[in-house]
C-alpha cells in the first residue's frame, strides 16, 4: 500500500503565498511522475500541476499558469508546490497524485496513488 501525504495547507489572505509538500513513504520515488489536483466544494476535482520523474518537465492549468510552481527533490523523496498571488478561486483541498510512469498526464484517471488532501482557504 503506498498512500502519499500531502502538508502545507492553511486559510491566508488573497494575495499571500503558501508551499505544499507531498511525500510518499515506501517508494522508489525518482520512477514515478506526480502531480498536484484540487477540489473546491460541490466541484470536481480539476488538474492543477504535473511533474516528470526527474522534474525536466512540467505542466499546468491554465488557471494557475504563472503564479504556481511544482517542484520535487528526488533525493528528499518530497514534491512542492509553490503558490503565489492566492486568489479566493484558489480555494480547494489539494491533492498529491502519483502514477505508475515517468511521463506527464493531466487527468485524474492516469493516477495511482492519491493523498487524503490538505485544504487551502484563500479569503478576500
Known amino acids: 500500500q503506498v498512500q502519499p501525504v500531502e502538508s502545507g495547507g492553511g486559510l491566508v489572505q488573497a494575495g499571500d503565498s503558501l508551499r505544499l509538500s507531498c511525500v510518499v513513504p515506501g517508494l522508489t520515488f525518482s520512477n514515478y511522475a506526480m502531480g498536484w489536483f484540487r477540489q473546491e466544494p460541490g466541484k470536481e476535482r480539476e488538474f492543477v500541476a504535473a511533474?516528470?520523474?526527474?522534474?525536466?518537465?512540467?505542466y499546468y492549468a491554465d488557471v494557475v499558469k504563472g503564479r504556481f510552481s511544482v517542484s520535487r527533490d528526488n533525493a528528499k523523496s518530497t514534491m512542492f508546490l509553490q503558490m503565489n498571488s492566492l486568489k479566493p478561486e484558489d480555494t480547494a483541498v489539494y491533492y498529491c497524485a502519483v502514477r505508475d510512469g515517468r511521463t506527464l498526464k493531466a487527468v485524474a484517471y492516469e493516477y495511482d496513488y492519491w493523498g487524503q488532501g490538505t485544504p487551502v482557504t484563500v479569503s478576500s
Open positions: 511533474i516528470t520523474a526527474s522534474g525536466g518537465t512540467t
